[in-house]
Every structure is written in C-alpha cells, then in structure tokens.
C-alpha cells in the first residue's frame, strides 16, 4: 500500500550493517499524488561512500512522454546532532530516460559506520526525503502550458564580483509584465539585454531545441542560465561544495529543457579543478609557513650562536703582551 506523506518521507533502515544486497529500495509514498521511493547503496555505488537517489516508482507504467520537474532533498540524519546531518538538494527533470536521480558520494563509508558517529543507531539509519513538485507534463495532473506551468531556479542567488561592472545586473528576476525586451524569443529585463545577447553570439543554437512557449516558464529557464554563469564567475575559493553541486544540478535542469549547454558543463569542471588546485595549494602553503617557521626558528638560534662563537674566537685571538708574558 503507498502511503501520503505530505512532502517530506523517512525512511528508517533497520538492521543497516547486515544487509547483504548492493541496492535497496523504500516502500512506495505519494507526494503531490505521484509515487516516489528511495534507493539506496549500503555500501555504495562503484564508490566508498552511502550512494541515495530519489526513483519514480511507477516509471514502466507511465506515458512515453511523461516528465516532471522536481526540487528535492536527502538528508542522512545524524540521531546525536541533526547539525552534523547530511543534507543534499537538487532540481531535476525526471523522465524515461532518468526515472531516478541523487548523489552516488553523499556520505564516506567510514564516517557512516564510525563508533558514536550518530549516523548508524541501535544499526538503524534514517533518511528524510522532501520533496516539491514543480511541473507535470504527460501524466494525470497535467496542466495545459501556459496556464500554471510553474519553474523554480534550482540555484541560489549569488552576487557578481568579476564580471562587467562588478554588479548583480546579470542575475536579475525577469518577471513577465515589467520593462522587458525580446531577444532570441526571450522575454529579459532591459539590465540583462547586453549579457543575454553576447551569450547567444556566441553560442547562437543554445535555446534551438527548447520547446516552451511560455514566457513565464522561458524567463525562469534564462534566470537560471544568468544564475549558473553568475556562480562560475566566482572566485574558486569563494564556492562552497554545494554552490557547485546546485551548479551541475542547473546544468543539468538546462539540458532537460533543452538547452545547449555543453560549454557550461566544461566550465564548470574548469572551476572545480580550480577550487580544487586551491584548496590543495593553500593546505600546502600551511604546511610550508609551518615549515618556514620552524626552520626560520633554527636558523636565528644558529645564529646566535655564530655571533656567541665568533664573540668567542675574537677574545681568544688576542695576543700576550711582553708584561703578560713576563
């Protein structure tokens, strides 16, 4: 029997370190009246870490053309301090071709099995699911496009700081009714017109395969462009994992819609090798001035000792006189 769970679903797992199956799945739930489950890798998909998705359940018996756009999260609780929680957030489309979505690293084999890590209790693990619909398309509760088709940027807002002028211009709400103009079949405010039009010269075929005619649903799909180019702007160092994690997510909530954004998807490994080059070249510096200072240490003790016995030869290297002789 699937059960109605508001929008949030836990899933107790109980007897955790003596399962013996790669993947297990939840019972079925209902969330905005659509069947869900979650899937889980106790000891991780091709990786050392928890691996847990979010799956349609009845993705065999739906419509060829069935999608749905969906915000989601999965948290991996800890039962001694929900601030050491796991918590991981995505948008995605799910269709056919990607029934199930979630995060094969989500938390280190050795962490979750850990003595009073608070992850594993009485070998019991638990896993809250929330999860907010935002469209349907080809399936029960389907709206007619246009009408209340709703779209959420899956980013959040981030304010420029190398880009153009140094303002947030670029990220700016578009909202259908304000001073907009067209540009390439987009409906942008008059403060991103110069931006939006610099990327489709470059990249002319970026919205060639996107198939809403929606303004409102459009002006959302651009904010997110605008936001993800936004965040990759950035300085390396200034994004956390998760900006880089809603970043792929917005990649990837692109490429559903219809997006070209092959580019993108380059750019933003290009900033995850940086953040990584950094946060690797700055633990290497640490341990460098570390180094400097104990060795810097060393070097003004061996020198006060160079001056003590120079101080020391200099007094000795002093001749007799005839009456010290005599």
Same mark, same amino acid.
Not at 87 to 93: D, G, Q
Not at 101 to 129: M, Y
Not at 132 to 148: A, F, K, Y
Not at 254 to 281: I, P, S
């Given at each position: 029997?699937?059960?109605?769970?508001?929008?949030?679903?836990?899933?107790?797992?109980?007897?955790?370190?003596?399962?013996?199956?790669?993947?297990?799945?939840?019972?079925?739930?209902?969330?905005?009246?659509?069947?869900?489950?979650?899937?889980?890798?106790?000891?991780?998909?091709?990786?050392?870490?928890?691996?847990?998705?979010?799956?349609?359940?009845?993705?065999?018996?739906?419509?060829?053309?069935?999608?749905?756009?969906?915000?989601?999260?999965?948290?991996?609780?800890?039962?001694?301090?929900?601030?050491?929680?796991?918590?991981?957030?995505?948008?995605?489309?799910?269709?056919?071709?990607?029934?199930?979505?979630?995060?094969?690293?989500?938390?280190?084999?050795?962490? =979750?099995?850990?003595?009073?890590?608070?992850?594993?209790?009485?070998?019991?693990?638990?896993?809250?699911?929330?999860?907010?619909?935002?469209?349907?398309?080809?399936?029960?509760?389907?709206?007619?496009?246009?009408?209340?088709?709703?779209?959420?940027?899956?980013?959040?807002?981030?304010?420029?700081?190398?880009?153009?002028?140094?303002?947030?211009?670029?990220?700016?709400?578009?909202?259908?009714?304000?001073?907009?103009?067209?540009?390439?079949?987009?409906?942008?405010?008059?403060?991103?017109?110069?931006?939006?039009?610099?990327?489709?010269?470059?990249?002319?075929? =970026?919205?060639?395969?996107?198939?809403?005619?929606?303004?409102?649903?459009?002006?959302?799909?651009?904010?997110?462009?605008?936001?993800?180019?936004?965040?990759?702007?950035?300085?390396?160092?200034?994004?956390?994992?998760?900006?880089?994690?809603?970043?792929?997510?917005?990649?990837?909530?692109?490429?559903?819609?219809?997006?070209?954004?092959?580019?993108?998807?380059?750019?933003?490994?290009?900033?995850?090798?940086?953040?990584?080059?950094?946060?690797?070249?700055?633990?290497?510096?640490?341990?460098?001035?570390?180094?400097?200072?104990?060795?810097?240490?060393?070097?003004?003790?061996?020198?006060?000792?160079?001056?003590?016995?120079?101080?020391?030869?200099?007094?000795?290297?002093?001749?007799?006189?005839?009456?010290?002789?005599?």
């Amino acid at each position: 029997m699937v059960s109605e769970a508001d929008n949030k679903f836990t899933w107790v797992i109980k007897d955790f370190s003596s399962l013996q199956s790669r993947r297990i799945y939840s019972d079925e739930f209902l969330i905005g009246g659509l069947k869900w489950c979650l899937i889980a890798y106790p000891k991780g998909s091709k990786v050392d870490c928890l691996s847990l998705y979010l799956g349609v359940a009845d993705h065999e018996s739906l419509p060829l053309e069935w999608r749905r756009n969906t915000k989601f999260s999965l948290k991996v609780v800890n039962q001694f301090s929900d601030k050491s929680s796991i918590l991981r957030e995505a948008t995605e489309w799910f269709d056919q071709k990607t029934p199930s979505f979630g995060f094969t690293k989500i938390l280190p084999l050795a962490k =979750l099995n850990a003595n009073d890590g608070g992850f594993l209790v009485n070998d019991e693990l638990k896993i809250v699911a929330e999860i907010n619909i935002l469209q349907v398309i080809g399936e029960s509760n389907d709206e007619s496009e246009g009408s209340q088709e709703v779209a959420v940027q899956p980013m959040k807002k981030t304010k420029m700081t190398e880009y153009g002028t140094g303002s947030s211009d670029l990220h700016k709400e578009t909202s259908v009714g304000n001073e907009t103009v067209d540009v390439n079949g987009f409906q942008v405010s008059t403060l991103q017109v110069a931006y939006v039009r610099c990327i489709f010269e470059k990249h002319p075929d =970026l919205a060639s395969k996107v198939r809403s005619n929606s303004q409102l649903l459009k002006s959302t799909y651009m904010n997110v462009l605008l936001g993800l180019i936004e965040t990759l702007c950035q300085l390396p160092e200034k994004l956390s994992d998760d900006d880089l994690d809603e970043a792929s997510a917005a990649v990837s909530y692109l490429t559903q819609v219809g997006f070209k954004v092959d580019w993108l998807e380059e750019k933003l490994e290009e900033v995850r090798e940086k953040k990584t080059k950094v946060y690797t070249g700055k633990a290497q510096l640490q341990h460098m001035e570390e180094e400097f200072k104990v060795l810097n240490k060393k070097c003004l003790e061996l020198k006060d000792l160079v001056e003590k016995q120079n101080a020391d030869v200099t007094a000795a290297n002093v001749a007799l006189s005839f009456d010290d002789v005599v």
